[in-house]
């Protein structure tokens, strides 16, 4: 960046390509996001979209540069496991260090429901499935049964 930043706005729309047609086939109740490595691109940009009507937040080159001693486990799903869910355990709170297409390093602290997403994309990046961040012994669940815990995230 920003020599780059062309590629970088390439990859993005086709981030942004690939989320708007997962929406079709399922919408994501509290957000959801993709990687780059996750549609063949060997690039480290994820874009994440947050539930309701919040602006999508794009990630070049994010690295995770704190994270809060709090922990809580939710279910996660991800496009890699579409029929199953697993529960998570994530810090409550990241900060994030990010290159804008200017080349600035920008440092952004998440919390809660979007940490868990942002954390979530940077691990594909780092070639980690949520799979891989479950305790010992706790397996996913197929989907229709996650739907009868009534677990859905709950941030305040």
Known sequence: MPAESD?????TDELFAAMERIGQVHPFAQGMGTAASQIG??????????????????LLN??????????DEQYEGCLS??????????PLKITVETTALIGEIVTT???R?????????IDHLDGLLYTARMR???D????????QTGRAWAYE
Do not use: K, M, N, W
């Open 7 to 11: 590629e970088a706005e390439r990859i």
């Open 41 to 58: 691109i060997g690039r480290a940009a994820p874009v994440v979209q947050p539930p309701g009507d919040a602006p999508a937040i794009i």
């Open 62 to 71: 994010p690295r995770i540069t704190d994270r809060s001693d709090d922990v």
């Open 81 to 90: 496991f579409f029929d199953v869910r697993g529960l998570v355990p994530r």
């Open 109 to 111: 602290v998440y919390e």
């Open 113 to 121: 429901g979007l940490a868990r997403c942002i954390h979530h994309e």
């Open 136 to 138: 010992t012994g706790v």
């Open 140 to 147: 996913p669940i197929p989907v229709e049964e996650y739907r």
